[in-house]
């Protein structure tokens, strides 16, 4: 303070690159002959419970299903839907009819529902998932056709996070490489994992086909796609409603994932 006497500084010392390094290798994984990476530890992991997830499903079905809500962080739903006639999705008396199936708690879920020229009363009501959003499936001419010439009910719809309610671009970080990585966050955050929310949005599907007398009576299929897989194989297993599920492109076990990260 109040000295005006010239600093002289020192020269400074650079440590090299070798120096800077913690390891001879630059990394850890490298470096240790017993290091172990955390995608290896996670498979190590999952194949050392293979025996304990095995006898775990040969318990009571009851306390399987407890189990499975449990991890979900759902539960059966109680409430009842109500269901909101939206109009057409093209002009006129022609096309499929829009509808928002609304349950109290719950995200809206938008569908479009096709009915075939002519009733079948042995086909399917199929509902289906594609991760692209249902608006990429309506206007596929093809797929649609296909399902109308078989005589089956023909139901698209988009689940939470999906199609219509696909969250904005600039919302997630791109850091992140995954489109989800906010909703999943706050799903984590508030105790509700977001596929536990999605298969509560494909029981209020089911609830609707069940109650609308056009589809009643009919067998349910569900086809998903995607990341709507993982979402259809625990929605099929926790209601007996869907007598068939149809995955493509999408993941049998969650093991797949961790064994190739």
Excluded at 96 to 117: A, F, N, S, T
Excluded at 178 to 202: K, W
Excluded at 216 to 228: D, F, M, P, R, W
Aim: proline content about 6%.
């Amino acid at each position: 303070y109040n000295d005006r006497t010239p600093v002289h500084e020192s020269e400074a010392i650079v440590l090299t690159e070798e120096e800077l390094t913690c390891t001879p290798t630059g990394q850890a994984t490298t470096s240790f002959t017993d290091e172990i990476t955390l995608p290896r530890y996670s498979s190590s992991l999952v194949h050392e419970y293979a025996a304990q997830r095995s006898a775990f499903m040969k318990k009571d079905p009851a306390a399987i299903k407890s189990k499975v809500l449990e991890l979900l962080g759902v539960s059966m739903p109680t409430e009842k839907i109500s269901v909101e006639r939206t109009g057409r999705a093209s002009a006129g008396d022609s096309g499929p009819l829009k509808y928002q199936i609304i349950r109290k708690g719950q995200m809206p879920v938008p569908c479009l529902v096709y009915y075939p020229e002519t009733n079948n009363p042995s086909g399917n009501v199929t509902l289906y998932l594609d991760e692209g959003g249902k608006g990429a499936v309506a206007t596929n001419d093809s797929v649609i056709g296909a399902y109308m010439n078989a005589g089956d009910i023909l139901v698209l719809a988009d689940l939470r996070g999906f199609g219509e309610t696909t969250d904005p671009s600039e919302l997630n970080d791109p850091k992140y490489w995954n489109r989800e990585y906010r909703n999943a966050m706050i799903s984590l955050h508030i105790g509700r994992p977001i596929m536990g929310q999605r298969v509560v949005d494909i029981m209020s599907l089911v609830d609707f086909i069940s109650s609308e007398p056009k589809m009643e009576n009919h067998a349910i299929k569900l086809v998903a796609n995607g990341a709507y897989g993982p979402v259809a194989i625990h929605a099929a297993y926790l209601d007996a409603r869907i007598t068939e599920t149809e995955l493509s492109r999408s993941i049998k076990s969650f093991t797949e994932l961790i064994d190739n990260p």
